[in-house]
């Protein structure tokens, strides 16, 4: 079973930030906490990950509690283009078992 | 270019016939992974391997095998034995082991249909 809970969807307005949150409550300490997304009917395409420290690149911004059991994607100027399912995974070491959950399905409203 | 490729894109096959998906990367990567996804679902691991001549059952291997001869290739044999094989199917690789951030490259996925 998937080690992470999401939304099954959510909205957001064009231009606005999309929060999109993610539980992990039994996550490890030595667990990655990783973020893909999926347009239709394509492969997921990796977002951004981290350990414990708050984490940004051109693509997104990651916020992780400090306990670690949950943590927050957050694109900051949501376009049409963002429409797609996304996936919060945790994981301990670069090839190890990855169990994907259902993921969210992010909906951006014109 | 660096990448994962999956072929063929869409397949089509009769019941009871045997099917091997295609995955081939050239991206270095020890490990790889296969995932099934069906309509409105999320990806469910079938096998994955960390090393070549070495992989691991998924949470959904039945009906399915996979080989790992070489580096660079995964095939993904769908049998007769899977009584739910029409799905969208997913390689994936990524680095094993420290370095690399270890994020996961996908290739564009096989559509199967059985009829």
């Known amino acids: 079973d998937a080690k992470t809970t999401q939304p099954p969807s959510m909205d957001c307005a064009e231009g606005r930030a999309a929060n999109l949150p993610c539980n992990h409550s039994?996550?490890?300490?030595?667990?990655?906490v990783y973020w893909y997304r999926q347009i239709h009917s394509q492969g997921p395409q990796y977002i951004i990950h981290?350990?414990?420290n708050n984490e940004t690149n051109e693509m997104a911004s990651l916020i992780i509690t400090e306990d670690r059991k949950s943590s927050t994607l957050i694109l900051p100027h949501a376009t049409l283009r963002d429409t797609a399912v996304y996936y919060c995974?945790?994981?301990?070491?670069?090839?190890?078992?990855?169990?994907f959950g259902k993921g969210t399905r992010l909906h951006i409203l014109p | 270019d660096g990448g994962i490729t999956q072929s063929p894109k869409y397949l089509f096959r009769k019941e009871g016939q045997n099917v091997t998906l295609s995955c081939e990367q050239n991206?270095?990567?020890?490990?790889m992974y296969w995932y099934r996804q069906d309509p409105g679902q999320g990806l469910r691991l079938i096998y994955y391997?960390?090393?070549?001549?070495?992989?691991q059952k998924g949470d959904i291997a039945e009906g399915y095998s996979v080989s790992r001869e070489k580096k660079e290739s995964f095939p993904l044999t769908v049998t007769s034995a899977q009584k739910n094989p029409t799905a969208f199917y997913l390689c994936?690789?990524?680095?094993?082991?420290?370095?690399?951030?270890?994020?996961?490259?996908f290739g564009e996925g096989s559509r199967l249909t059985v009829l």
């Open positions: 991206l270095n990567h020890d490990a």
């Open positions: 039994t996550i490890s300490g030595n667990e990655y």
């Open positions: 995974i945790v994981r301990v070491a670069p090839g190890d078992k990855i169990i």
């Open positions: 981290g350990l414990k």
């Open positions: 391997s960390q090393i070549v001549n070495d992989f």
């Open positions: 994936a690789s990524s680095h094993a082991g420290q370095g690399g951030t270890g994020e996961l490259f």
